[in-house]
């Protein structure tokens, strides 16, 4: 082989190696991202829905929080789900496990707002929402976010 | 006593009038994310727009000509028409994030879903403009808008470690977490939201519609020089109120809702009265000065007859052009789009097409075949070229730094 398609080859090789290098380092942040939004819109739904209970916000607000939060959850969900398959199992496995903690929270937020919509007590949806923010930053910590 | 109460009047009504959607969404955004930590840059952007109103509202008095219509004559037609593209693109992007604004405001209150606001913001919008006086419009937006000055309450009830905000302010550095790009790409998000270019339209149109004579430029002056910093008081409020509440527990501004939250936290539903009259009124008045706007500098530009001095029949054009403009503003609005990510993209694009017009109101504010006596002096030529060259830096590192960031992701 002449010098110049060596060259190319040894090109092709190192560009191959940035691209696996690069998609993976993207998988790591994508995941990293998607759980920072999730963590700060189930925070901003356990403010919301804290001040409610302290009669403090009104309902519109706290159910415009509410609707604000799972939109950004929505959009979290969708960044990881549009991941597609990934060959590493370590990546894969940290997907789908910050894909279930993201779920939790949609869960969560979905049964505060029914709460809000009934004018029911909010104090243990607000728990609830306490613990899944602190699960995703659990899970953030160590995914290394 | 009449000469104060104008004085006055026009003081309030710009401090009032300087915030805006891009104001109340970056400054919160920043807070959230970097603290206070931004804080020079609202100063170097209030001293800026400043410098550059002061120069406008000085060009249009003496001159008796608004901002488009020297820019065609200094540039020429073709030069002038590029530079009106760019410029009514920017100024419908802040239109639009007006108007998304004002129905994310009344989503707020009612929780209904805001895009069915949008024909209701338009619709007020465009009565306002074609049946209220040109004083009327300015003076109760900004007088309603003083109700922002809920966030600076905020800041004190919240109780802050007033140390450490002291610290994130004189001493910035980078947050643990953030990338020093986005740092710098938030910083020209901030400076463009102090000087959107639609603010020196208005004023050097509203100085022309106003019939501002040399007598006038003390008042002029006052206005610019008083209102504008104690209104960049509330820029910095809104971000404390952020950096207090929402840094701690890591959550990132993405939702009009969101920037509201400390200050529910903080006055429960009083002061949420309160911020929603402000943010109403920031927002309508925002939506009234870029539709103006657009109307403004497409008229001067093609030299029709414009203003809210003439009645609508006298300048049919340029009332077409903003219900054009507002047409369009709904259209953008319908397709779903997140009125939040439109401010955010506007505010910067502000700074992208800020030297189109800075440029050449500084070349007329030292022409004196347009100003005669009045030409900018030692001090005011001095500011004016650092901010040329503060401004031709944050244009040109906009776009790289969009890129580079994921737009601040």
């Known amino acids: 082989m002449g010098d110049a398609p060596r060259r190319v080859a040894l090109a092709c090789l190192a560009a191959a190696a940035a691209l696996v290098l690069s998609s993976c380092a993207s998988t790591g942040s994508r995941v990293s991202d998607a759980i920072d939004s999730a963590e700060s819109a189930t925070a901003s739904a356990s403010i919301a829905l804290g001040l409610y209970g302290d009669g403090r916000a009104l309902p519109g607000l706290t159910d415009t929080v509410l609707g604000d939060a799972l939109t950004e959850l929505g959009s979290a969900e969708s960044d990881l789900s549009q991941l597609g398959p990934i060959g590493n199992s370590g990546a894969a496995k940290q997907r789908d496990a910050a894909l279930a903690t993201i779920r939790a929270a949609t869960d969560a937020v979905l049964a505060a707002r029914e709460v809000v919509a009934a ?27 | 006593m009449k000469r104060i109460f104008s004085v006055a009047l026009g003081v309030l009504t710009a401090i009032g009038g300087f915030v805006d959607i891009g104001d109340l969404v ?30 406008s509202g000085r060009v249009a008095a003496v001159s008796g000509r608004a901002t488009f219509e020297i820019i065609r004559e200094r540039l020429g037609p073709r030069a002038g028409l590029a530079n009106l593209s760019a410029s009514f693109f920017i100024n419908l992007m802040t239109m639009t994030a007006e108007i998304g604004g004002i129905t994310l405001a009344l989503q707020l209150v009612t929780g209904i879903e805001p895009m069915l606001f949008v024909p209701l913001a338009a619709f007020g919008v465009w009565i306002v403009i074609w049946r209220a006086k040109f004083s009327m419009l300015e003076n109760a937006t900004g007088l309603l808008g003083l109700s922002l000055i809920v966030f600076a309450v905020a800041v ?18 980078l947050p643990s977490g953030e990338q020093p790009a986005t740092y710098w790409y938030y910083a020209i998000a901030l400076f463009g939201a102090a000087m959107t270019p639609y603010e020196v339209f208005f004023f050097s149109s509203g100085a022309v519609e106003e019939g501002w004579k040399r007598k006038d430029l003390g008042q002029a002056r006052m206005n610019v020089l008083v209102g504008f910093p104690l209104g960049g008081i509330l820029s910095l409020a809104i971000a404390a109120c952020a950096a207090i509440v929402l840094l701690p527990q890591a959550i990132a501004v993405t939702s009009l809702s969101q920037v509201v939250l400390p200050v529910v936290q903080a006055g429960g539903t009083i002061a949420f009265c309160f911020v929603v009259v402000g943010i109403l009124a920031a927002t309508f008045g925002a939506a009234l000065e870029t539709t103006l706007s657009s109307g403004y500098t497409i008229a001067q530009y093609f030299g029709w007859s414009w203003g809210k001095f003439r009645r609508p029949a006298k300048a049919a054009r340029f009332h077409i ?11 953008i609005l319908a397709t779903g789009v997140d009125p939040i990510l439109i401010t955010e993209y506007s505010v910067v694009f502000s700074a992208v097409a800020l030297p189109l017009t800075y440029i050449p109101i500084l070349i007329i504010a030292n022409d004196r075949e347009y100003m005669g006596s009045d030409v900018n002096g030692r001090a005011a030529n001095g500011l004016g070229l650092v901010y040329l060259v503060v401004i031709l830096i944050a244009s040109i590192a906009a776009i790289p730094l969009m890129i580079i960031t994921g737009a601040g992701a």
């Open chain 1, 119 to 145: 004018g029911g007590d909010p104090d243990d949806a607000v728990t609830v929402l306490d613990h899944v923010t602190d699960a995703l930053h659990d899970f953030g910590g160590s995914s290394g976010s």
């Open chain 2, 26 to 55: 970056t400054n919160a955004v920043v807070g959230s994310r970097f603290g206070m930590s931004l804080a020079w840059v609202v100063l170097i952007g209030v001293v800026g727009i400043c410098v550059f109103a002061n120069m």
């Open chain 2, 156 to 173: 004190f009830m919240l109780m802050p470690d007033w140390g450490a905000l002291a610290q994130q302010t004189f001493t910035p550095s």
């Open chain 2, 321 to 331: 052009v903003m219900i054009a403009g507002l047409l369009a503003s709904m259209a």
